[in-house]
């Protein structure tokens, strides 16, 4: 049985995005943004705070409107009639937004609601989603008495209740344990391999590499780099000599470890050589780190 | 629509229990006072108290709530993104507030029977406790999506809320104050909820003019309310 039900057929990109653009009065949020995501990816926009990912993210989910260009989601545009839009993406954002005074059941019942899903059917989905998040034995507790982690996949599961055919998911590692981010990767990537699209914002370096297919980095409202995480590693080198200076590090980058060796033994400092990371493809590009 | 109605009422009756608990000991508070003030005055100040109870629970239930779902519990983002209308959300917002509201009366009407109060209540004297509710529940709406910090919130209840509940007609008849105020009193909405409540509590009947006034900002605010909504995205 598949789990997610295909909602949409066909091939081609799942979200258009061109020129879109949010102003908050002389800043600038979002700086013409042109993106495409595919069907079935698991697609990760990863930059500092501040970038423009979560603006990015509420312009798509329509809790804010664009100022300027224009987005569409299966064709749907994101600022026309949105009802239809909302009926078949699922969201979980980056707040904490359960009820906490209502149990499991309760806020999938609510959303279950909100969706106008008949009574049984409303049911049966929630004992299938309770046990798909590893919930079922505490589906009658308060969602204010969960851990950050149990939250978290409530709220995934919350998302999944209407059957989207895509899922958003704001910084879904935010603040959570080691061992709680490795439940929910796992979570992101079964929800993945039965055929969910997955687009996700993060500033976690580690998450965007070992989660997504493709990253899309994001400074400054502008997108300045898209690929593959090894296709953005070649762009720098994937080897790195990192030259220690007190704490003023300076980087360069090698197509391979030979040359890194022959330019590590002639530097003067002490050196570290290692495999390039998102990280150093942000540093690159920016000339910053993107906790800046 | 109906679904959302239904799903609020359920889901709220659990938040009912406080404040009911709350107004049972601030109406037997209040009711001793106003036994030593003797019985004609009770009468007089009941239909004020009602008017004044029902605007202060639905203003908060609706206002105070949304206001902290909106900015702090981010709650109210799961509604925006659920597939509902504005004037879904905001007639689940208006009709739980109302309902808060309704039953403060109703404590407050039966404590004032229990000490003693003569009034003559009537389907007219439920309609008007109702449209306060839905006035203030929409002004709630209004507020909360307005205003952008719950000091702000608290500023507006005190610059707003706690004028009209002194001046509305609801302790004293504002004929004694100078002319300006009484103007300004008669354009407010508690006003004239109070002038209804009493009139018909007294046996005089209904005042046609103050219910079409009410009638009319319920409307207008419920309109704001949903246009406020749809713009706060």
């Known amino acids: ?292 | 629509m109906v679904v959302l109605r239904r799903n609020f009422g359920k889901f709220f009756s659990s938040r009912l229990v406080g404040p009911l608990l709350y107004l049972v000991a601030f109406g037997w508070g209040l009711g001793r006072n106003i036994q030593i003030n003797g019985g004609n005055y009770l009468e007089f100040i009941v239909p004020g108290i009602i008017a004044l109870g029902a605007m202060n629970t639905s203003f908060n239930a609706v206002g105070v709530n949304l206001n902290i779902s909106r900015l702090y519990y981010k709650t109210m983002d799961e509604y925006l993104i659920a597939p509902i209308s504005a004037a879904a959300f905001v007639s689940g917002k208006v009709l739980a507030g109302s309902v808060r509201g309704l039953i403060d009366a109703l404590v407050i009407l039966a404590l004032a029977f229990l000490f003693g109060a003569r009034l003559a209540v009537n389907g007219w004297f439920l309609l008007v406790v109702l449209l306060t509710c839905l006035v203030f529940s929409g002004l709630g709406v209004v507020a909360a999506m307005v205003v952008n910090s719950h000091e702000d919130m608290a500023n507006f209840s005190t610059f707003v809320i706690l004028p009209m509940s002194f001046l509305c007609g609801t302790f004293f008849l504002p004929d004694s104050l100078p002319k300006v105020f009484g103007l300004i009193i008669n354009v407010l909405p508690l006003t004239h909820a109070s002038y209804l409540l009493r009139a018909i509590a007294s046996g005089h009947g209904i005042i046609p003019l103050s219910l079409a006034v009410l009638a009319g900002y319920a409307l207008l605010l419920f309109a704001a309310g949903v246009a406020t909504v749809r713009t706060v995205r």
């Not at chain 1, 989603?129 to 149990?150: C, I, N, P, Q, T």
């Not at chain 1, 999944?160 to 344990?177: K, N, Q, S, V, W």
């Open chain 1, 1 to 292: 049985m598949a789990f997610f039900r295909q909602v949409w057929g066909g091939d081609g990109q799942i979200i258009k995005i061109s020129q879109l653009t949010k102003d908050y009065g002389s800043i600038q949020a979002v700086a013409g943004l042109d993106l495409e995501i595919d069907r079935g990816e698991i697609f990760g926009l990863l930059g500092p705070n501040g970038a423009g990912k979560t603006t990015t993210f509420r312009m798509l989910t329509m809790l804010t409107k664009p100022s300027g260009g224009s987005a569409s989601i299966n064709g749907y545009g994101v600022t026309g009639d949105l009802l239809k839009v909302k009926k078949v993406i699922g969201v979980v954002p980056q707040h904490m937004n359960l009820d906490q005074e209502l149990t499991a059941r309760e806020n999938l019942e609510l959303h279950g609601r909100l969706h106008k899903m008949p009574g049984e059917q409303r049911r049966q989905r929630i004992d299938e989603l309770l046990a798909y998040v590893e919930l079922a034995g505490r589906a009658h507790d308060l969602a204010g008495k969960f851990s950050g982690g149990m939250k978290r996949r409530l709220m995934i599961a919350r998302a999944l209740m209407h059957r989207p055919g895509i899922l958003f998911l704001d910084e879904p590692t935010a603040g959570l344990d080691p061992q709680a981010r490795r439940n929910i990767w796992d979570l992101i990537r079964r929800m993945n391999s039965e055929g969910m699209t997955v687009l996700l914002t993060t500033h976690y370096i580690e998450e965007a590499e070992a989660l997504c297919h493709r990253v899309g980095i994001m400074d400054h409202g502008r997108l300045i780099a898209l690929g593959t995480p090894a296709e953005l590693k070649k762009k720098v080198g994937e080897v790195v000599v990192e030259a220690l200076n007190h704490g003023d590090n300076e980087y360069r980058f090698f197509a391979g470890r030979e040359q890194a060796l022959q330019y590590a033994g002639s530097s003067a400092n002490n050196v570290v050589i290692r495999e390039a990371n998102l990280e150093d493809v942000f540093v690159e590009l920016t000339g910053r780190k993107v906790g800046d």
